[in-house]
């Protein structure tokens, strides 16, 4: 496992006082821990969006790693070579601090909704691959949303939205195009999940050969060659890797030989991959005349795994190759190793190169891309997203509240930066963080604030009671009791 030094963004001219305000606590924060020193200012003037001034809606490239450790690139110091993220980050904005839900389906959810999966019952793990349930067809979704005024709408790669019922498939949620798996995880050369296939073309099943991170860069490709540049796209780039099970083809494995581990060679050797395919996109959009108006956000869907509890439905042995470093734990997780990913936006011209420091979620997606788009959203239930658009292009402050997740067996919440985790399994133990000063989450100081935890718990409390029952546990019971008997054979 390496410890990759997290390298601090070049400092910037100083800006006013609500920046320096900013600027003083990621100081401190770097100074503490290591993490990215916040460089803040100089950001684009007149980036404002809506109205006149405005900038054009443009095309967007919304691209999901699966399972990405967030210290597992290049621009985090990773020893594994992402060349074309990197550039990426250098010409866009890397975004300090975006968080996701702590796995795929509640994050992908909440992306698709703007609303957090404890509104409609998908908080809890995952859709597994025997689950029939999806997300609830009374959620209006991004893709939806952006039909409406005009988008050619395509998800190239990893739906895990509900898989049972064609109801729940990408293309009757607003996709015109899906290629790519419906489930969770996939065998990355056979596309099949416990024997079977599940690789999709709209809503046939079909057999291809080859490794499914080159086949959706591939489709991606094809998607933007073909697009009239006239009619908006939104492109949703979700891929497999690099999520469990760990395979690459040889050629990647290869630029890895100074890797010891060989699990971490191979995992290496699928972001490589899945870095070699966001190249090639971006190539095409540059071909096809669409890069100067082309949003690319890039962000992975929660951190990578740091306990084999989440790994996935197929056994790994030896030791997790991911890095949240230094970062606490990982997916699964409701610490920021879980939670607070690796992201990035890039817009030539829009968003000026930089760190954004400001606290954005996953759920803001839907609410700051409508406003680009200048889709109305009048058909969602009431969003729990903000529109982001300022903190992504002009570096303002991010929101003050993240809801990490609420289940039956545990919470946490984010104001300020002050964090509580609360599990509630017996025995239940409340945590309480301050970020500021501690955001590797390594001192508890719960006892010293008991106003703080009071306040935090009540909250916690209260979207609880608000909550949508999870969807996952009585599925998971039911499975478990039909399944047939384990006596040796
Ligand atoms: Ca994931």
Not at 2 to 31: D, K, N, Q, W, Y
Not at 79 to 89: E, F, G, R, S
Not at 129 to 154: C, H, I, M, N, W
Not at 292 to 300: K, P, Q, R, W, Y
Request: aromatic share 8%.
């Amino acid at each position: 496992m390496t410890h990759p030094e997290i390298h601090a963004m070049p400092e910037r001219p100083a800006e006013p006082s609500r920046r320096e305000v900013l600027a003083g606590s990621a100081s401190l924060l770097a100074a503490v821990s290591g993490l990215p020193l916040f460089a803040t200012g100089a950001w684009a003037q007149g980036t404002q969006v809506g109205g006149t001034g405005g900038p054009p809606r443009p095309h967007i490239l919304y691209i999901m790693a699966d399972d990405l450790g967030s210290a597992d690139v290049g621009f985090r110091g990773s020893d594994i070579k992402t060349p074309n993220l990197d550039a990426l980050a250098a010409g866009g904005a890397a975004l300090g601090h975006f968080y996701t839900q702590p796995m795929c389906t509640p994050t992908r959810a909440a992306l698709m909704t703007g609303r957090y999966p404890l509104r409609y019952g998908l908080q809890t793990a995952v859709i597994p691959s025997g689950g029939d349930y999806g997300l609830a067809t009374d959620e209006f979704l991004l893709p939806q949303a952006l039909k409406e005024v005009g988008y050619r709408t395509a998800l190239v790669g990893k739906w895990h939205l509900g898989h049972a019922d064609r109801k729940y498939w990408p293309c009757q949620r607003g996709f015109d195009r899906f290629y790519g798996p419906l489930l969770g995880e996939i065998d990355h050369f056979k596309h099949q999940a416990h024997g079977v296939t599940d690789w999709y073309r709209d809503n046939e099943m079909v057999v291809e050969d080859g490794y499914d991170t080159e086949l959706l860069g591939a489709e991606a490709v094809r998607l933007i060659a073909e697009q009239d540049p006239k009619t908006p796209l939104f492109l949703y780039l979700a891929f497999t890797a690099p999520h469990t099970p760990f395979q690459a083809p040889q050629t990647y494995i290869d630029m890895y030989a100074s890797i010891d581990d060989p699990q971490r060679r191979t995992y290496a050797a699928m972001i490589t991959a899945m870095d070699d395919q966001i190249g090639k996109v971006v190539k095409a959009l540059e071909a096809r005349g669409l890069r100067e108006n082309t949003l690319i956000v890039f962000h992975s869907d929660n951190g990578g795994t740091r306990n084999k509890k989440f790994v996935g439905e197929g056994d790994v042995s030896g030791d997790l190759p991911a890095s949240n470093v230094p970062l606490r734990d990982g997916k699964g997780t409701l610490y920021e190793g879980g939670t607070r990913v690796v992201a990035l936006a890039n817009w030539p011209g829009r968003i000026t190169p930089g760190t954004s420091p400001g606290v954005m979620h996953v759920v803001d997606m839907l609410p700051t891309l409508a406003g680009l788009a200048g889709a109305g959203l009048g058909h969602s239930k009431r969003l729990d997203g903000i529109d982001m658009w300022p903190t992504l292009a002009a570096g303002q402050a991010g929101r003050d509240e993240v809801v990490y997740n609420v289940e039956p067996s545990q919470g946490a919440v984010r104001e300020g930066d002050w964090k509580l985790v609360w599990k509630v399994d017996l025995p239940p133990k409340v945590e309480l963080f301050d970020l500021s000063t501690d955001p590797t989450e390594t001192s508890d100081i719960a006892e010293a604030h008991p106003d703080k935890v009071a306040a935090l718990t009540a909250r916690v409390l209260n979207l609880a009671r608000a909550m949508a029952e999870p969807l996952q546990p009585a599925t998971a019971h039911r499975l478990t009791l039909s399944a047939p008997p384990t006596t040796p054979r």
